[in-house]
Each structure stands twice: as C-alpha cells, then as structure tokens.
C-alpha cells in the first residue's frame, strides 16, 4: 500500500494518506470554494487519513448546506482534507499539501467534477 505525507504551509499540521492503490486521479473540483483555493482533490476512506501532528490547530468551515467540512490550518490557512458533501462517509485531501506533490501531479490524470452544478438540496446533517 504506498503511504504520502505532508501539511500545510507552517509545518504545524502534518498528515499521511495510505490509499489502497497508487492515486488513479486527482478531482478538480469547480465548486465555489475548491475553484478559489485551487484545491486537488485525493478521495480516500477515513481510517487512510492520519493525522501526524496537529489536530489541535485544524479549524473546520461550513457553509450551505454544512455537510461538507473543509479542514485548514487556523496558524497559515491552508486547506489541508475534506469531509466532502457528496459522499460524507469519505474525506478527500488536498494533493497540494502532500510533500511529494509535483511527481504525482506528473503521473496523475485530472479529473473534473461538476461541483457547481452538484444538487444543493441534500439534507442538512
């Protein structure tokens, strides 16, 4: 099973993802929020997401709907994982955060995802 790591920007939040495979693609979400971070998404199920170090210094921001959870640094801002309103049982980590990030955004095909047009009226939590 390959395993990456990385964190945000300051160094205070680390992780390490361990899909079951090599990533098959990166999402490119065109949702208001993923479209103005940028953000590439690597979904995952939850027990292969761990968070190294600092959990204390994640915030969680809602919005909408408030299903979905969208998990920065509260030091640098930087958007680190999801708990995606799509599929809530999933996460999805922001491959821009992974330390390795270059090589894997060479050897891994986009895939985009219409979250603009996603339906908005799924029930709140």
Do not use: W
């Given at each position: 099973?390959?395993?990456?790591?990385?964190?945000?920007?300051c160094?205070?939040v680390?992780?390490?993802i361990?899909?079951?495979?090599?990533i098959?693609?990166l999402?490119?979400?065109?949702?208001?929020?993923?479209?103005?971070?940028?953000?590439?998404?690597?979904g995952?199920?939850p027990?292969?997401?761990?968070?190294?170090?600092?959990?204390?210094?994640?915030?969680?921001?809602?919005?909408?709907?408030?299903?979905?959870e969208h998990?920065?640094?509260?030091?640098?801002?930087?958007?680190?994982?999801?708990?995606?309103r799509n599929?809530?049982?999933?996460r999805?980590?922001?491959?821009?955060?992974?330390?390795?990030?270059?090589?894997?955004?060479?050897?891994?095909?986009l895939?985009?995802?219409d979250?603009?047009?996603?339906?908005k009226?799924?029930?709140?939590?």
């Amino acid at each position: 099973m390959p395993e990456y790591e990385g964190g945000c920007h300051c160094g205070r939040v680390r992780l390490r993802i361990s899909p079951p495979a090599p990533i098959e693609f990166l999402l490119d979400c065109n949702c208001t929020i993923c479209a103005k971070k940028g953000i590439l998404h690597i979904g995952l199920d939850p027990d292969q997401l761990t968070v190294l170090q600092g959990q204390e210094d994640i915030e969680t921001y809602r919005f909408h709907s408030r299903i979905a959870e969208h998990s920065f640094c509260r030091h640098c801002g930087i958007h680190v994982y999801t708990r995606p309103r799509n599929n809530p049982a999933r996460r999805t980590v922001n491959a821009r955060c992974l330390d390795d990030f270059a090589n894997i955004l060479a050897e891994t095909p986009l895939r985009a995802f219409d979250g603009q047009n996603h339906p908005k009226d799924l029930p709140a939590p």
